[in-house]
């Protein structure tokens, strides 16, 4: 039997988190980042660890909200859920008092753990399957699971598009959704969908938090979905875009390769912060932009691929 979470969708709106990294728990602790409300770990990486790191992680979660992120349940596999990892997920859940627990719509492997996000088919079988998991695994934990929209480049099969399958997945399941906004933005481009028109058919009752990161552009024009660079233009415009569509919702800058310095980061959660209070602003006034922002969120992604075609070439 699943409950709901602490907070889930009355969740504080005018918020921004930042994924924590180890390297970062001396500066945090000593100089708390402006503007950060909540911080996000793979429960996985803290499981079990305790001395200097598990005191400043404790230490942490006392004062701010922390969020979990699973990287390894496989939730969409073949092989049986980890009913021990569940449990200790559930545990450390509990000392941190977390108020969201999230995990990937893809499996990592069967037999062995591939550190990889594989894709699922875009079916009525997987989302079949993958739904029934997603209830047992809920029922284990006694908390509903956000589940995230993932990257990919190939699927093994496809009837149905990638919105109709993450909905229909949230509804047979009874799930929440972690939206990732970069996400939407380099699969509507690798895969040529409209970003705006996905966003429009996702459930807002189910969206308990978003993601937002940088990617990475081959030379031949795919995106590489790496959280390893600043955010760019079309993916800023998408966010306020999402939050027209979905309203405010707390957001996580996702940055987990090419760290820079903390004050870098700061820029990048000061923008978060900037959007969403500008949203809040003109909601309040009734100002709210529609088609004109959309138009500005698709010039500005014309201009984005224009530039990345120049610099191929």
């Given at each position: 039997?699943?409950?709901?979470?602490?907070?889930?969708?009355?969740?504080?709106?005018?918020?921004?988190?930042?994924?924590?990294?180890?390297?970062?728990?001396?500066?945090?602790?000593?100089?708390?980042?402006?503007?950060?409300?909540?911080?996000?770990?793979?429960?996985?990486?803290w499981i079990n660890i305790g001395g200097r790191f598990g005191r400043q992680l404790r230490q942490c979660s006392e004062r701010n909200p922390l969020y979990c992120h699973g990287l390894s349940l496989s939730i969409g596999g073949t092989a049986p859920l980890n009913v021990a990892l569940l449990k200790e997920i559930k545990t450390f859940l509990t000392l941190h008092q977390s108020p969201v627990y999230s995990e990937h719509l893809s499996y990592t492997g069967d037999d062995g753990q591939l550190y990889d996000l594989l894709p699922l088919?875009?079916?009525?079988?997987?989302?079949?399957?993958?739904?029934?998991?997603?209830?047992?695994?809920?029922?284990?934990?006694?908390?509903?699971?956000?589940?995230?929209?993932?990257?990919?480049?190939?699927?093994?099969?496809?009837?149905?598009?990638?919105?109709?399958?993450?909905?229909?997945?949230?509804?047979?399941?009874?799930?929440?959704?972690?939206?990732?906004?970069?996400?939407?933005?380099?699969?509507?481009?690798?895969?040529?969908?409209?970003?705006?028109?996905?966003?429009?058919?996702?459930?807002?009752?189910?969206?308990?938090?978003?993601?937002?990161?940088?990617?990475?552009?081959?030379?031949?024009?795919?995106?590489?979905?790496?959280?390893?660079?600043?955010?760019?233009?079309?993916?800023?415009?998408?966010?306020?875009?999402?939050?027209?569509?979905?309203?405010?919702?707390?957001?996580?800058?996702?940055?987990?390769?090419?760290?820079?310095?903390?004050?870098?980061?700061?820029?990048?959660?000061?923008?978060?912060?900037?959007?969403?209070?500008?949203?809040?602003?003109?909601?309040?006034?009734?100002?709210?932009?529609?088609?004109?922002?959309?138009?500005?969120?698709?010039?500005?992604?014309?201009?984005?691929?224009?530039?990345?075609?120049?610099?191929?070439?």
């Amino acid at each position: 039997m699943t409950t709901n979470l602490p907070f889930n969708s009355n969740a504080p709106t005018l918020e921004v988190g930042l994924g924590l990294r180890r390297a970062m728990m001396p500066d945090i602790h000593d100089n708390p980042i402006e503007g950060v409300g909540f911080f996000e770990v793979a429960p996985e990486n803290w499981i079990n660890i305790g001395g200097r790191f598990g005191r400043q992680l404790r230490q942490c979660s006392e004062r701010n909200p922390l969020y979990c992120h699973g990287l390894s349940l496989s939730i969409g596999g073949t092989a049986p859920l980890n009913v021990a990892l569940l449990k200790e997920i559930k545990t450390f859940l509990t000392l941190h008092q977390s108020p969201v627990y999230s995990e990937h719509l893809s499996y990592t492997g069967d037999d062995g753990q591939l550190y990889d996000l594989l894709p699922l088919p875009f079916t009525e079988e997987a989302v079949h399957h993958v739904a029934k998991r997603i209830r047992q695994a809920q029922d284990i934990l006694e908390r509903k699971i956000a589940i995230e929209n993932v990257s990919y480049y190939l699927v093994p099969q496809q009837t149905m598009s990638e919105a109709d399958f993450l909905c229909a997945v949230l509804e047979e399941a009874d799930c929440d959704l972690l939206l990732d906004v970069n996400n939407v933005y380099v699969n509507s481009v690798n895969h040529n969908y409209d970003a705006l028109q996905f966003l429009q058919l996702m459930p807002a009752e189910r969206v308990s938090y978003l993601h937002i990161a940088g990617h990475f552009v081959e030379p031949d024009g795919v995106i590489i979905d790496t959280h390893g660079a600043d955010i760019v233009d079309p993916v800023w415009a998408l966010l306020d875009e999402t939050y027209h569509l979905m309203g405010l919702r707390p957001t996580l800058l996702e940055r987990d390769f090419n760290l820079p310095e903390l004050q870098e980061l700061h820029l990048e959660v000061a923008q978060i912060q900037k959007a969403q209070q500008q949203f809040s602003t003109q909601s309040k006034s009734g100002n709210l932009v529609g088609h004109t922002q959309q138009l500005n969120f698709h010039d500005i992604t014309r201009k984005e691929e224009h530039e990345s075609t120049n610099l191929s070439s």
